[in-house]
């Protein structure tokens, strides 16, 4: 056991703390610190440090942009090839006219550089803060199954291009299941807060997408974010969620997201943030709903996460506390989002 002195330099090293760090934190770090000069053998024992260090909202931007970066595909072509044919990581045939590309309204010659993102899995969404949450005309969101979601953007010498026709895919829906002939096209929309929601392609009637053959076939008009997409379907009744963060954390530098069990492809966010609790609060998650909910934040460039298995409530409020989190890296924390039932 340490000594009374040493004890005593603890304690005066914990009073120093950021006056930010409720008493809970204090309580708990003293308690850590007198588990751990017991048990100094025990390699994962946690420090007083890592339960104390709460992130910025910046760093938790970080983290998510980094994880962004990772997954980002960067072709080059030449725009005086006509029609290009790309095809990504993942088996996804990428065709763009050249010829309809312009640069402040003038057409596009020489080289030009396409960054490209696709994202098929939760473990990506959540990490890249892409959930498929979808704008209904009543302004509620909800959660949406995906085909995939995408992001393009066209540049030369760092000045972002325009298309004046379509751009297609061909996306193999192995990726996400098996052909499903109800998907359409969304738009991603990214708020001050960079916050995605997904809004539904406007096309006169057309779905933009078609499946046939093991194929989506997308025609996608813009650059941006583009979601081949269709809304969950549950019959039973539904309510309100909430959930409360560890005692430091709020809507800036945490998220708390929802992976619903035994669906395909698609993670849900609360995405509002109110009186300190985090919520989904359109009212549309099932009564009944067999789930995940997962809290995630930065710790000194990992993430700090904790998964939960709920079955939903009406007006159900769940907590997560600090000990109940742990520390992993972005591959880690992906494959284990990944294999959630």
């Keep these: 056991m340490k000594t009374t002195n040493q004890n005593h330099e603890y304690l005066y090293t914990l009073n120093n703390v950021s006056k930010q760090v409720k008493t809970f934190f204090g309580i708990a770090a003293i308690a850590l610190l007198t588990l751990s000069s017991c048990t ?18 910046q760093d938790f931007a970080n983290i998510r942009s980094e994880a962004l970066s990772n997954i980002t595909q960067n072709f080059q072509f030449n725009a005086d090839d006509g029609l290009i044919s790309l095809t990504s990581e993942n088996g996804v045939a990428i065709s763009i006219n050249a010829g309809c590309l312009t640069k402040n309204g003038n057409p596009v010659t020489g080289m030009v550089d396409l ?26 969101k909800a959660l949406l199954i995906t085909g995939g979601e995408f992001f393009f953007e066209a540049t030369q010498n760092g000045v972002a291009l325009e298309t004046t026709c379509a751009m297609q895919l ?67 009744p539904k309510t309100t969620i909430y959930a409360q963060a560890p005692i430091g954390y709020n809507f800036s530098n945490s998220a708390i997201y929802l992976s619903y069990d035994g669906e395909g492809p698609g993670l849900a966010a609360l995405d509002t943030y109110a009186n300190g609790l985090f919520s989904e609060h359109y009212g549309e998650i099932p009564i009944g709903l067999e789930c995940h909910v997962i809290f995630v934040t930065e710790v000194e ?41």
């Design 115 to 140: 960054e490209y993102v696709e994202i098929f899995e939760k473990g990506n969404m959540l990490t890249t803060n892409k959930p498929t949450m979808g704008l209904r005309d009543n302004g509620n």
């Design 301 to 341: 460039g990992a993430w700090r996460y904790a998964i939960k298995p709920y079955t939903i409530e009406a007006n159900q409020v769940i907590t997560f506390s600090m000990m109940e989190t742990a520390i992993a890296s972005e591959a880690d924390l992906i494959s284990m989002i990944n294999d959630l039932p």
């Design 40 to 57: 100094s053998n025990d390699d994962s024992e946690i420090t007083p440090s890592s339960v104390l260090e709460i992130p910025s909202g």
């Design 170 to 236: 061909q996306v193999p829906t192995s990726l996400t299941g098996s052909d499903d002939p109800d998907m359409i096209l969304w738009n991603g929309v990214i708020d001050e807060n960079g916050d995605l929601t997904w809004e539904e392609e406007a096309l006169d009637g057309q779905q933009g997408v078609f499946a046939e053959g093991g194929l989506y076939y997308a025609f996608l008009n813009n650059f941006g974010w583009t979601n081949i997409d269709r809304f969950y379907s549950d019959p039973r």
